[in-house]
């Protein structure tokens, strides 16, 4: 797969744009037009900007984008018993927003090297994901923020009007993290709390959570350094290497490439625990006479701690030729052979058992041009 990206020019040049979308934008479907349904509130903006133009004429350009998308979308809690939970009902605002930057920088070293620069960094959050869904009240589940980022470097080199060198390194991460909800969250459960040692330490906010066959009620968010980092975080590094020769009919290419793609999750324990209950009753954390203490018929009572982590590794290695083979006018043959080597694709807390050391097949391929036909043989080893 080839991708081509926007650079910059000897000329200043840019654009501005937005979408824009709102509920008298959208209908109703088939089924909710039978149901007699409103439409639900719903807003949507999304904006940008590119710029682009040259450092040094002729010889390094730079281009930069950056771009904005705002959902204001709409959640419903309706447990089907508001005699117990109306207090808890009604629509609320969740929706997400994603900032995407993109910056670019190209250099012509000589009229026979290119050196380019790009970083890529996308933010998306989500707000209350998950809330409403199973009557789930809105104080049930965390914000979702999934941060992302790539540095990329890559060198050409043209060494013969018959050979060219071409070198790519790449290094990114992505990360999902949770938060609680502050918009949702009750104040009293927006209080720091000590984990004692003996449970593993660090703090938390947030609540015990509550099921009750018509509603889910309660978060929490273990702070650090109960949870050091990220939820799950994944760092990408891959260098590729690849050298093209053209010699009469033939456009031969040589290559490999390193990839190294570990991930560290945290799950962090459920200190305050949750409470599974049999029957629908009444339930009004707000209600000055409410009490946790009139509630009964618990079936069940969950918790856990301290938090767990773990480390997967991910390592890989390829190697491959190929051969663009002209013979006779009118007809192109595709030819190419590819060696991979995939390591430490396991939990590496059971490193100690018995598990394979990775994966290696063989990829042998032939594409003709005169005719829509492939073969492909994959050899696992």
Not at 169 to 174: H, K, N, S, V
């Amino acid at each position: 797969m080839s991708i081509a990206t926007k650079s910059g020019t000897n000329d200043i040049h840019g654009e501005l744009f937005e979408f824009f979308r709102n509920k008298s934008m959208n209908r109703l479907d088939k089924f909710q037009e039978l149901q007699h349904a409103s439409k639900p509130d719903y807003l949507r903006h999304e904006f940008g900007a590119a710029l682009g133009g040259p450092i040094v004429k002729n010889r390094l350009h730079y281009f930069g984008t950056f771009e904005r998308t705002r959902e204001h979308s709409f959640f419903t809690v309706n447990t089907g018993r508001p005699d117990l939970y109306k207090a808890l009902e009604g629509t609320f605002e969740g929706g997400s927003y994603t900032n995407i930057a993109f910056i670019r920088a190209d250099y012509e070293i000589s009229n026979k090297q290119n050196l380019f620069y790009r970083y890529v960094n996308q933010h998306t959050l989500f707000y209350c994901s998950g809330c409403g869904a199973n009557s789930m009240a809105a104080f049930s589940n965390d914000d979702d923020l999934i941060p992302r980022d790539m540095h990329a470097i890559g060198h050409t080199w043209a060494l013969s009007n018959r050979v060219l060198n071409e070198f790519y390194f790449m290094r990114g991460a992505a990360s999902d993290r949770n938060y609680l909800n502050k918009d949702y969250a009750p104040k009293q459960y927006q209080q720091v709390t000590t984990i004692p040692a003996s449970m593993g330490g660090g703090t938390i906010i947030g609540s015990a959570v509550y099921r009750f066959p018509s509603l889910t009620w309660g978060a929490y968010q273990c702070l650090p350094p109960c949870v050091a980092g990220a939820g799950t975080r994944t760092t990408f590094t891959e260098a590729q290497e690849a050298l093209s020769i053209t010699t009469g009919k033939h456009s031969w290419k040589f290559g490999g490439s390193i990839q190294y793609f570990p991930t560290h999750e945290w799950a962090p324990g459920n200190i305050f625990g949750t409470w599974t209950f049999g029957q629908d009753q009444y339930f009004n954390p707000s209600d000055p006479n409410f009490s946790f203490a009139s509630l009964t018929g618990a079936t069940q009572f969950q918790a856990s701690f301290p938090n767990l982590q773990r480390q997967m590794r991910n390592h890989s290695y390829a190697a491959y030729v190929t051969d663009e083979w002209k013979p006779a006018a009118g007809l192109t043959l595709n030819l190419g052979l590819r060696y991979d080597l995939q390591t430490g694709i396991w939990d590496w807390v059971w490193r100690g058992t018995s598990q394979t050391t990775g994966n290696r097949w063989c990829e042998l391929g032939t594409v003709s041009s005169t005719r829509t036909s492939q073969i492909l043989r994959r050899v696992p080893r």
